[in-house]
């Protein structure tokens, strides 16, 4: 369990096809790796990665091919937004995330607003019945607030900070990203399928 609040911005440095999938090396940047191990989880652009390799400032984990044709592209020298696993005793300073992504948005506009940018995300499938004005969506790894949503496009808005510290500054249109709805939203939708279906 993740909270969507980016610790530091990291670069994949290495790769290694797999029969089913590939293993990346990550360069942690600022990211503190004391106290991981082997096992432990690691969000990267949304992404829950298990680390099954450490050095002094990798790790290493294996992406599979599942996971390759449902997120954005993984390619040697992206820069990448990394969060370490919550504990219990952790700040709570976004929302609730999974690391399991929904599905790919594609950006629509990137508008510069004073000094922030608006940001206007199209959700595919069935993912825009989740995301509410004022509600949580996590982009690329980032919680961010919904200010806006018209169909199956939501906009937020990116203050300098989180431009800053995450790579959603670096966004342009037309651009995938990963996006994971608020888990909350999605269990109230099953209760009310169910109330529907079973009439209670």
Same mark, same amino acid.
């Given at each position: 369990?993740?909270?969507?609040?980016?610790?530091?911005?990291?670069?994949?440095?290495?790769?290694?096809?797999?029969?089913?999938?590939?293993?990346?090396?990550?360069?942690?940047?600022?990211?503190?790796?004391?106290?991981?191990?082997?096992?432990?989880?690691?969000?990267?652009?949304?992404?829950?990665?298990?680390?099954?390799?450490?050095a002094s400032r990798?790790?290493?984990?294996?992406?599979? +091919?599942?996971?390759?044709?449902g997120t954005t592209g993984w390619q040697l020298g992206q820069r990448v937004n990394l969060e370490r696993?919550? +504990?219990?005793?952790d700040a709570l300073g976004g929302h609730l995330v999974t690391g399991h992504?929904?599905?790919?948005?594609?950006?629509r506009r990137c508008v510069p607003c004073g000094e922030s940018l608006t940001l206007q995300v199209?959700? %595919?499938?069935?993912? %825009?019945?989740?995301?509410?004005?004022k509600g949580s969506v996590t982009v690329q790894g980032v919680s961010l607030t919904v200010n806006a949503v018209e169909d199956a496009c939501f906009t937020v808005n990116l203050i300098p900070h989180t431009q800053q510290v995450t790579t959603l500054g670096?966004?342009?249109?037309?651009?995938?990203v990963n996006l994971e709805v608020d888990v909350l939203a999605r269990y109230?939708? +099953?209760s009310r399928q169910w109330s529907a279906t079973h009439g209670e």
């Open positions: 369990m993740f909270t969507g609040i980016v610790q530091a911005v990291g670069q994949i440095v290495q790769e290694v096809s797999l029969e089913d999938g590939v293993q990346l090396s990550f360069d942690t940047a600022e990211l503190g790796l004391e106290g991981v191990v082997v096992g432990d989880s690691i969000a990267v652009n949304g992404v829950c990665l298990t680390v099954i390799a450490l990798q790790f290493s984990a294996v992406v599979s +091919r599942v996971t390759l044709t696993a919550l +504990r219990l005793c992504v929904d599905g790919v948005g594609r950006v199209d959700a %595919p499938g069935d993912l %825009p019945r989740y995301i509410a004005t670096e966004l342009v249109e037309g651009q995938g109230a939708e +099953r």
